[in-house]
């Protein structure tokens, strides 16, 4: 039976494969810097990161929104009581939901960057204003840095069910943002210009020198 997610991303993304590299797993996407010049081993640091995060995030959902919350990780045959999701998980506690209300599945592993044969997820439905969303944003921040917590080494997808866009911060470095058409993403290019990743800049203003949908 298929969860919410997976009927969302057939209607909107069609071909598209849920994971970590979206910006270059979609046609119509930004991508947002989030790091500053600050050491990481300094407290700015991580307050900068989460600081454009969180504006990224709030210029995406409005109060009224309702989400889909994904959350997905490669799951090893061989360690499968290491790779399965706890009651405890983090995103759980912070949308106060049980196993019991989130769909979960066992899923092909066809992302980008595979390195099992398959990926364990699970989907929670939301009103955006129930989402705790900076303390989700800086779990993420810290997966790489072992003394820093709460810490989280998921990949977590936003779901936007009015706009249909899909947000993902994969760690402290960067931000994804898709869509299935060019003008839903093109105020955030304009309005957000200043946070866009400068490495990958020609090829977003190309996309949205475009004035039609391109779906792949």
């Given amino acids: 039976m298929a969860t919410a997610s997976t009927e969302f991303l057939r209607q909107h993304y069609p071909g598209l ?6 910006f270059h797993s979609w046609p119509i996407a930004l991508r947002f810097d989030l790091q500053s010049e600050s050491s990481t081993s300094d407290d700015a640091y991580f307050a900068e990161v989460l600081r454009r995060a969180a504006v990224v995030f709030e210029a995406v959902f409005a109060p009224t929104d309702e989400v889909l919350v994904v ?9 499968f009581r290491r790779w399965r999701f706890r009651a405890n998980h983090l995103v759980l506690r912070l949308l106060k ?30 009103r955006i204003t129930t989402i705790p969303h900076r303390q989700i944003l800086q779990a993420i921040s810290h997966q790489d840095f072992p003394s820093r917590t709460p810490q989280l080494h998921d990949d977590v997808f936003f779901l936007n069910l009015r706009s249909k866009l899909i947000l993902h911060m994969y760690d402290d470095r960067g931000l994804d943002l898709i869509s299935p058409d060019v003008e839903t993403l093109r105020p955030f290019h304009a309005d957000l210009n200043h946070l866009l990743l400068d490495y990958d800049r020609e090829q977003m203003t190309a996309t949205f020198a475009l004035t039609t949908s391109a779906k792949p």
């Fill in 17 to 22: 494969v849920l994971g970590p590299g979206l």
């Fill in 71 to 79: 959350v997905q990780r490669p799951r090893h045959e061989r360690w």
């Fill in 97 to 126: 939901s049980s196993k019991q209300e989130a769909a979960f599945q066992r899923l092909a592993n066809r992302t980008r960057f595979a390195d099992t044969r398959q990926l364990i997820r699970f989907t929670v439905p939301r």
